[in-house]
């Protein structure tokens, strides 16, 4: 029996009584998540599928591009989600720089976006694009643009949030005229329904960056890990060697 059914059907049978609640806040940023009561009191591996109110969402990956997003910074990201690392980048580079956001799965991307407006974040917008691979959306990608790598390089910074996608992304790098000067890259293994599709390798990234012409200057290592604790979870913060 897939251990994940219990939160899938309650996920599922709550749905309907969702608007009645109240926005969620991940990491400081409002997202539409529509909390109720039940939510609060019942085990976490019932509740996993829903978003409640979670002060560490991304922590380490917003760390790190709070690391080299600065005033006025062009910057893009590549994977979406609920739009906290949007909002937050934007929060960074403030009213001077910009953040344009790719995200290939259909319900992210109105997530995304709804976040952007209940933040009144005027300086980012999120596109409805593949860039790479389509290794494991979260939704269906529906008439997602698909955009090669070549097309979102140039830029101050380029955060990499991709769920298995990096490594296309991080060969399509290397053969770029203008690299981004900076890269914040996550990275865990992938799994569908369960199974390990792409493995957890830090040596391969590493590898693909430095080919690339990167050098990594920090690591942080998300405790929490990915796919509900079962995966080891990295973020490597990198600098090109022309900067």
């Known amino acids: ?12 049978l709550t749905a309907p009584f969702r608007p009645l609640g109240r926005n969620a806040t991940l990491n400081g940023v409002r997202v539409e998540s529509r909390t109720i009561w039940t939510d609060e009191v019942l085990p976490d591996a019932v509740t996993k599928f829903v978003v409640n109110d979670e002060p560490a969402y991304e922590y380490q990956y917003v760390r790190g591009l709070s690391d080299v997003c600065s005033a006025g910074s062009e910057v893009t990201l590549i994977g979406g989600g609920e739009g906290v690392s949007t909002v937050s980048a934007a929060e960074m580079v403030g009213p001077d720089g910009f953040v344009t956001t790719y995200e290939g799965g259909e319900d992210q991307v109105r997530a995304g976006r709804r976040t952007l407006q209940l933040n009144d974040v005027q300086n980012a917008r999120i596109r409805h694009a593949v860039v790479g691979d389509d290794v494991s959306l979260r939704s269906n990608k529906g008439n ?9 390089a140039e830029s101050d910074v380029l955060g990499i949030d991709a769920d298995g996608a990096e490594f296309s992304i991080l060969r399509s790098l290397a053969g770029t005229g203008q690299p981004p000067e900076r890269l914040v890259v996550e990275h865990h293994a992938v799994r569908n329904d369960g199974e390990v599709v792409v493995e957890f390798d830090r040596d391969e990234v590493v590898s693909l960056l430095e080919t690339a012409g990167y050098e990594v200057t920090k690591e942080y290592c998300d405790a929490r890990g990915a796919n509900y604790g079962k995966d080891a979870e990295i973020i490597l913060v990198c600098e090109h060697n022309t900067v």
């Open 1 to 12: 029996m897939n251990a994940d059914i219990p939160a899938i059907i309650y996920q599922q």
């Open 144 to 152: 997602a643009d698909v955009v090669p790598v070549s097309d979102v």
